[in-house]
């Protein structure tokens, strides 16, 4: 490893970059030379000059990082790049490695190019939920913006205050905010709601959280929940039709005196839980308004679509998409972190060898020689 290259991100939307200036100084560390694209972290506010005084080299073009680089450092996973007229992976060095939050589950034609390019892909969604990794979690750090960001989009749309006002014009009530998933985004959004000055409740099928959410100053909304109802990694699982029904029965019976819901629920690698159908939609205040969080993975309220806002039924449903996109500063801060704690841990060898015995490098790796060897991902493909 001698080049590691921070390519621009080329995904419409996408403002973060990779790595920060911050972090060029620990990545020599590793003994390599770290290579930005030109203008690569300008959507996050870091200039090129910011990253040459931090002591990387600029590449003037997408092809010549790709050209250089041993080593490929990415937000999004690759894709084809119109001015380019070329596929990014089609442009990297064969039996090159990349590093990234790469979306491989069902991601056959991605599988198939990381196979023909012999590439070493790592993605940080693989990584274990084990003490060791934590700070590498990229899902979390940006599960963290995500969960902020929404209950400010909310706080954008609804058309009332969200604290308790005494004023000389009478007093104002606070409103009323349902936090729907109590993962990282869910637990960030009832800190922001609470710091807003919401009255806040939480919903979660895991028992483990109720402390979690009360220590926050939120009410726990109680319901009989089985003592299986998260994956010995931490993730909650997926759920019988008959338990989603009391779940959904449990959620129902506070809408009508909800303003506010933020909805994170999701189950890693498939589709999101239904957990708010349009008929319950219909009993909620009008002027009420739903952010849905898990829109992209098919959304837990029936009337979320993603990127979009629906206005039915006098509420506001909004379907956020990428939302650490929308703070490229301390999400790119985050991110960075997360991708050089885990490249140090990949490259801690003095001769700098991978070691796929050790769970975190196994665990996350993608492809490897020209072969798919992630079990999960394997899964996610049918087993091919």
């Known amino acids: 490893?001698?080049?590691?290259?921070?390519?621009?991100?080329?995904?419409?939307?996408?403002?973060?970059?990779?790595?920060?200036?911050?972090?060029?100084?620990?990545?020599?560390?590793?003994?390599?030379?770290?290579?930005?694209?030109?203008?690569?972290?300008?959507?996050?506010?870091?200039?090129?000059?910011?990253?040459?005084?931090?002591?990387?080299?600029?590449?003037?073009?997408?092809?010549?990082?790709?050209?250089?680089?041993?080593?490929?450092?990415?937000?999004?996973?690759?894709?084809?790049?119109?001015?380019?007229?070329?596929?990014?992976?089609?442009?990297?060095?064969?039996?090159?490695?990349?590093?990234?939050?790469?979306?491989?589950?069902?991601?056959?034609?991605?599988?198939?190019?990381?196979?023909?390019?012999?590439?070493?892909?790592?993605?940080?969604?693989?990584?274990?939920?084990?003490?060791?990794?934590?700070?590498?979690?990229?899902?979390?750090?940006?599960?963290?913006?995500?969960?902020?960001?929404?209950?400010?989009?909310?706080?954008?749309?609804?058309?009332?205050?969200?604290?308790?006002?005494?004023?000389?014009?009478?007093?104002?009530?606070?409103?009323?905010?349902?936090?729907?998933?109590?993962?990282?985004?869910?637990?960030?959004?009832?800190?922001?709601?609470?710091?807003?000055?919401?009255?806040?409740?939480?919903?979660?099928?895991?028992?483990?959280?109720?402390?979690?959410?009360?220590?926050?100053?939120?009410r726990f909304v109680e319901m009989e929940i089985p003592e299986d109802a998260e994956t010995t990694g931490g993730y909650a699982k997926e759920m019988s039709e008959e338990f989603i029904k009391k779940e959904m029965e449990a959620i129902g019976s506070r809408l009508p005196k909800t303003d506010i819901v933020i909805s994170t629920a999701q189950v890693f690698g498939k589709k999101a839980p239904l957990l708010v159908t349009e008929d319950m939609v219909k009993t909620m205040r009008e002027g009420s308004v739903i952010v849905d969080l898990a829109a992209e993975q098919g959304g837990n309220c029936e009337l979320s679509r993603p990127g979009e806002i629906v206005e039915k039924h006098g509420v506001t449903i909004y379907g956020p998409v990428n939302l650490p996109a929308a703070m490229p500063v301390h999400a790119s801060q985050m991110y960075s972190r997360n991708v050089t704690n885990l490249l140090k841990h990949l490259y801690q060898a003095e001769d700098r060898a991978l070691d796929f015995e050790d769970e975190i490098t196994g665990s996350c790796c993608v492809t490897r020689n020209g072969e798919l060897v992630n079990e999960l991902v394997k899964g996610s493909l049918g087993g091919s």
């Open 1 to 218: 490893m001698n080049k590691i290259g921070i390519p621009r991100e080329a995904t419409e939307g996408e403002t973060r970059v990779a790595l920060v200036p911050a972090m060029v100084k620990e990545l020599a560390k590793l003994d390599a030379k770290v290579l930005v694209e030109k203008g690569a972290g300008g959507k996050a506010h870091f200039s090129d000059d910011n990253y040459a005084s931090a002591g990387a080299e600029i590449a003037p073009d997408a092809k010549q990082l790709f050209k250089e680089a041993d080593l490929v450092v990415k937000v999004r996973a690759p894709v084809f790049r119109e001015e380019l007229k070329s596929h990014e992976l089609d442009l990297m060095k064969e039996g090159a490695v990349l590093v990234g939050m790469l979306s491989p589950m069902g991601a056959g034609e991605l599988i198939e190019k990381l196979r023909a390019k012999k590439t070493t892909a790592f993605s940080l969604e693989l990584l274990p939920r084990i003490t060791r990794a934590q700070s590498m979690d990229a899902l979390s750090s940006m599960s963290t913006v995500a969960g902020y960001k929404a209950v400010l989009l909310a706080a954008e749309r609804f058309g009332k205050f969200f604290p308790l006002l005494m004023t000389a014009a009478g007093t104002v009530p606070p409103a009323s905010a349902l936090i729907i998933g109590a993962g990282v985004a869910g637990l960030q959004a009832i800190a922001t709601a609470k710091r807003l000055g919401a009255k806040v409740e939480a919903f979660d099928t895991r028992k483990a959280v109720k402390e979690q959410i009360e220590s926050l100053g939120a």
